[in-house]
């Protein structure tokens, strides 16, 4: 049972390059959530997911875009990466009762 | 909205020493209220939870949080940390209706255990 994974778990890209996060939950969890974690900032919620073809905007949306077309991604998406986006991103899913399950991270630097 | 308040960034203390790491919350609405624990490089793991019930909320490896809704807290303690605690926890919370489950995270508080 692998829980939640994402790929790639480091990646850095140029300023004005694009790239897509994945996240994948064998949970059969309906919700799911990308946020970024910043020093002293704690998590941020970028956007989220109540079910299959559902997406909403979280606390810090913009640069980013996101995609469920099937219920065990979602895709989270840079169209045209800058410095400011540099960050470690988890993806998180989670039942009704609201406990999370996280995966492992990403860390992105964008030069 | 929820927001979450952890006034201390940095914990340092002794091993066996007791700890309590602070949380505060504000909503307007009834919340369910978590403790996360982050090692370095991973991941969150869930820590424990307030749902409902007892106030009184325990994990496998010793912590405790009490909720105390006329304080709005949720803080973490332990009677007598090890080594192996040594990792950044974050408290959580989220109204119990509405939102698609999103939870609010404070901002950290980074547990240190010393020899």
């Known amino acids: 049972n692998a829980g939640v994974t994402q790929t790639p778990k480091f990646r850095v890209l140029k300023t004005g390059q694009s790239m897509t996060l994945l996240c994948a939950q064998d949970m059969n969890h309906e919700y799911m959530y990308w946020y970024r974690q910043d020093p002293g900032m704690g998590l941020r919620l970028i956007h989220y997911?109540?079910?299959?073809?559902?997406?909403a905007k979280g606390e810090v949306p913009d640069g980013y875009n996101v995609s469920r077309l099937k219920k065990q991604n979602f895709l989270l998406g840079l169209e045209s990466a800058a410095p400011s986006q540099t960050s470690v991103y988890f993806c998180?899913?989670?039942?009704?009762?609201?406990?999370?399950?996280f995966g492992s991270g990403t860390r992105l630097t964008v030069v | 909205a929820q927001s979450v308040t952890q006034l201390d960034s940095q914990v340092p203390v002794f091993e066996e020493a007791p700890v309590e790491l602070r949380c505060n919350y504000s909503?307007?609405?009834?919340?369910?209220l978590f403790w996360y624990v982050q090692y370095p490089n991973q991941g969150l793991q869930l820590l424990l939870k307030?749902?409902?019930?007892?106030?009184l909320v325990k994990s496998i490896n010793g912590f405790e949080a009490e909720f105390n809704k006329s304080q709005t807290s949720f803080h973490l303690r332990k009677p007598s940390v090890h080594i192996s605690d040594t990792a950044e926890y974050f408290c959580?919370?989220?109204?119990?209706?509405?939102?698609?489950?999103?939870?609010?995270f404070g901002t950290g508080t980074q547990l240190k255990v010393e020899l």
């Open positions: 997911s109540v079910g299959e073809g559902t997406t």
């Open positions: 959580a919370v989220r109204g119990l209706t509405g939102g698609g489950n999103k939870l609010t």
């Open positions: 307030y749902l409902s019930g007892s106030t």
């Open positions: 909503s307007s609405v009834s919340v369910y």
């Open positions: 998180a899913s989670s039942d009704a009762s609201g406990g999370y399950t």
